[in-house]
């Protein structure tokens, strides 16, 4: 019975690596797509001379949007631990570093009297 589960074993490894191996090619395959995708999407607004959607309102209010640029640098000077994991997953990284710092504006804003509807916007 042994020497039949070794090369059982050995069969399911190798299967279980080429289904991994194919899907972070896949995986990286979507993020090239998704990368072109945002590069036109953002020369045609461009050429359009389009506003962000946040912004594009005609109503009385006045937004003020903010893009963090360097979220994965502050989610390693969180914790260690992130650095590994933003190559994995980036977008759960976002996520949480996010809404860490909604939350961090929120508290300053309060703090100092001002009564703000903060919000977290996602671009798709």
Request: no cysteine; aromatic share 4%; net charge neutral.
């Amino acid at each position: 019975m042994d020497a039949w589960l070794s090369p059982v074993g050995l069969v399911l490894v190798t299967v279980g690596l080429v289904v991994l191996a194919l899907a972070v090619r896949e995986v990286r395959r979507l993020r090239v797509d998704v990368a072109a995708l945002e590069e036109r999407a953002a020369e045609v607004a461009d050429e359009i001379n389009a506003l962000p959607p946040e912004v594009s309102g005609t109503g009385a209010r006045h937004l003020i949007s903010v893009e963090i640029l360097n979220l994965f640098e502050l989610a390693h000077k969180e914790s260690a631990f992130t650095r590994p994991f933003t190559a994995l997953t980036p977008r759960v990284l976002r996520d949480v570093v996010h809404r860490r710092i909604v939350g961090r504006v929120r508290q300053s804003l309060d703090e100092q009297g001002v009564r703000a509807d903060v919000r977290l916007n996602r671009d798709g």
